[in-house]
């Protein structure tokens, strides 16, 4: 009896082979045309195994399924196997390899070389499992050309892939934050450290947590931060900002700036995407330029600083747009509707 093929199961199949395509270098168009297939197979309305029940020659009318294609997956029908052509493409591959690539941000490339340099089992779940272990021990960082950020993206996205690296309730990451700036305030108790990001605007449900402390005693407060109790690893360890991962594999940033960069740090970093966007467009009509340092005259290149958030949306002619607010709406018409009419009265 045959195999019931899900279109999920078929695009995974497509999508095997143009990964294998791809680390063996053939033919970039070969790689390109048998990803394409597998995109529109994942997303197809109608079961492709019923229209080929019906019809093998039907799967010619489907958007990238040439002969080609059509032939692996009609072998795949009938012979509940991959096409000969199609083993042998898979040879001397890694099945882990076929597993990574499903992790976002994980190519094959880069899956090849890590099936190259570590060991793994042919088990998909116990390779991630394994993955995971190999990136927080930190042996993912020293294969070549990968390192320590590639290290942390595979561990990041990997946990991502299992629901391990969950979204914390708003509740859950305060109390997280809050232990966490409490443990700080220890060793500095004077300074000001602010949750940035969607923590800051409020969000129902959080994934990393990230802070900005306002000091010039960078060194001091980023090595007290990765020495947390709780972490599990520290991710990385800059010269104004450091990473660790602590319990239930929560990622935490610690930015730190001296207090005249600070409320341009806090707000590059705490509006949505879509608000900053907006924010850059709208500024740059104004001929300014916004980043992390300040605001930058393009006529003249000075660069301006502000002491808190207030005077930084004011310098732009626009009311100060709360944090919870930010999300990348009207808020900055509504901002500037305000400010222009503040200077009216």
């Not at 042998?88 to 882990?96: D, G, Q, V």
């Not at 800051?200 to 109790?229: C, H, M, W």
């Not at 900002?241 to 700036?257: G, H, P, T």
């Amino acid at each position: 009896m045959n195999k019931i093929y899900s279109n999920t199961e078929v695009a995974e199949y497509l999508q095997n082979i143009s990964t294998a395509y791809e680390i063996k270098r053939k033919n970039i168009f070969k790689t390109v045309s048998y990803q394409n297939a597998a995109d529109t197979v994942a997303t197809y309305p109608k079961s492709i195994q019923e229209i080929w029940q019906k019809n093998p020659k039907d799967l010619d009318n489907i958007p990238n399924i040439g002969p080609n294609i059509l032939a692996k997956i009609d072998y795949l029908f009938k012979h509940n196997q991959p096409h000969p052509a199609v083993i042998k493409a898979f040879k001397n591959i890694h099945p882990s390899v076929f597993t990574f690539t499903k992790i976002e941000g994980i190519g094959p490339k880069i899956a090849y070389k890590l099936s190259k340099n570590l060991k793994f089992s042919s088990d998909p779940e116990k390779s991630l499992t394994e993955l995971i272990e190999y990136a927080q021990n930190g042996k993912i960082r020293n294969i070549p050309k990968l390192g320590q950020k590639s290290e942390q993206l595979i561990l990041t996205q990997t946990l991502n892939f299992l629901g391990l690296g969950k979204r914390m309730t708003l509740k859950q990451a305060k109390k997280t934050a809050q232990k966490i700036i409490d443990y700080l305030h220890q060793q500095f108790p004077e300074i000001e450290i602010i949750p940035l990001g969607s923590l800051r605007r409020q969000v129902k449900t959080i994934g990393d947590i990230d802070l900005a402390a306002k000091s010039s005693d960078t060194e001091k407060i980023l090595n007290n931060f990765v020495e947390y109790p709780e972490k599990i690893q520290i991710i990385n360890r800059g010269d104004k900002k450091a990473s660790i991962l602590i319990e239930n594999y929560v990622r935490v940033d610690l930015m730190v700036q001296p207090s005249e960069n600070f409320a341009s740090l806090i707000q590059h970093f705490t509006g949505s995407r879509q608000h900053n966007i907006n924010l850059r467009k709208y500024a740059l009509n104004l001929g300014l330029s916004i980043s992390e340092y300040g605001i930058k005259d393009l006529k003249t290149g000075k660069i301006n600083t502000f002491d808190n958030e207030e005077k930084l949306y004011n310098f732009l002619r626009l009311c100060y747009i709360e944090p919870q607010k930010r999300t990348g709406d009207k808020e900055i018409e509504i901002a500037q509707e305000c400010y222009n009419e503040s200077i009216k009265n």
